[in-house]
């Protein structure tokens, strides 16, 4: 159930994420410049809180569960039971939720507000900091399903969130406590190692080999998905204590092909343009563009079967797509085209929104 449509909140969070308070200049790798706009926090503010309190009230998918066990969880918890099952079990979610009984309130619909405003607060910050614009990337992460996958995903979500802030930790060559922070968020959501790769993809280039071999390798490894994810939930049956049955991934639980295209679209521009983004780019956004390259090999994987279990690893690497995708848009892309194909791809996001809301009812 959901307290207003996904229209009235994607208008007014572009709406006020669009008030800039001023225009800070940007000097790219081969010395042009563009100008940034500067949003007032207050704004800002009110956005994440406009998004917390969306989020808290849509009770849909695996929210009824975790507001289920949020309710029956005991107080007097320990941390050697909270390990008992292992890192699947994701310990640190629940001593989270633990103190939050204890000292804050017992009522899910609570927490669930309190994990919102988490969560979205890192998206918007990480957007803030890195995208050349706030409100194309919200737009984008409205539009793509994105943000409703942060509603009903929590400890992922949080896991990804965190992830994303921990990213200033790279830029500040602290890679003990970046890695430290992963191992972490593990214990919330194991899957969040796969930041581990951030690190290895910047550089000065895009589409280099390596990174291209690491692309080929995702799309065939589709094509024999059904003996790889055998293997790969028995790994995460041992090591993180997930349990899994391999039939029903692998059968009849493809990505359908219109959210390939989707994801595709990064990909395909990055590459047609990758001169431009080799002399302009710096080797952080570099690694944004690959993280969204790889986003795309998890969801092609995921044409084949695995829609639950391979396509939450693309949607790991989803936000980076919407720091990369409008940067290429808006300072990479020729100016005689800009516009157009700016556009062009801006109405295939309001589109798949559409397409995805019809599917929802």
């Known amino acids: 159930m959901e307290l207003f449509s996904l229209w009235i909140l994607l208008i007014a969070t572009i709406a006020l994420t669009s008030i800039s308070l001023r225009k800070e200049k940007v000097v790219l790798a081969d010395n042009t410049t563009y100008y940034k706009s500067i949003i007032n926090p207050l704004w800002i503010g009110v956005t994440i809180l406009l998004l917390a309190f969306y989020t808290s009230n849509t009770i849909a998918n695996d ?146 080999t390596r990174n291209i071999l690491i692309l080929i390798t995702m799309c065939i490894a589709g094509y024999f998905l059904s003996e790889i994810l055998g293997a790969m939930l028995e790994v995460t049956e041992t090591v993180f204590g997930d349990s899994h ?33 080799n002399a302009k780019s710096t080797p952080l956004m570099n690694g944004f563009i690959q993280m969204a390259v790889i986003s795309f090999g998890f969801m092609f994987m995921a044409m084949y079967g695995g829609a639950n279990f391979i396509s939450r690893m693309a949607t790991y690497f989803e936000p980076f797509t919407y720091v990369a995708l409008p940067y290429i848009l808006m300072y990479i892309i020729p100016k005689p085209k800009r516009a157009v194909i700016k556009w062009g791809i801006l109405t295939l996001f309001l589109v798949f929104f559409c397409f995805l809301q019809l599917k929802m009812r």
């Open 245 to 277: 049955d391999a039939n029903w991934f692998s059968n009849e639980h493809g990505v359908s092909w219109q959210r390939i295209l989707f994801f595709a679209i990064t990909p395909v521009l990055s590459v047609s343009y990758r001169k431009q983004i």
């Open 63 to 208: 929210v009824y569960v975790y507001r289920e066990n949020y309710s029956l969880i005991p107080t007097t918890v320990t941390w050697k039971s909270l390990f008992e099952k292992g890192i699947g079990s994701n310990p640190l979610f629940g001593f989270i939720q633990v103190l939050f009984i204890r000292y804050i309130s017992s009522d899910p619909a609570t927490f669930h507000f309190f994990e919102g405003l988490v969560v979205q607060t890192c998206l918007v910050l990480f957007y803030r900091r890195y995208s050349p614009s706030l409100s194309m990337s919200l737009f984008m992460t409205i539009t793509s399903g994105l943000f409703y996958f942060t509603m009903v995903s929590w400890k992922q979500s949080i896991a990804m969130g965190v992830g994303l802030i921990g990213i200033t930790l790279i830029q500040q060559r602290r890679y003990i406590l970046y890695y430290a922070l992963l191992a972490l968020m593990m214990l919330i959501h194991p899957y969040i190692i796969m930041y581990a790769t951030l690190p290895l993809l910047i550089n000065n280039r895009v589409w280099t």
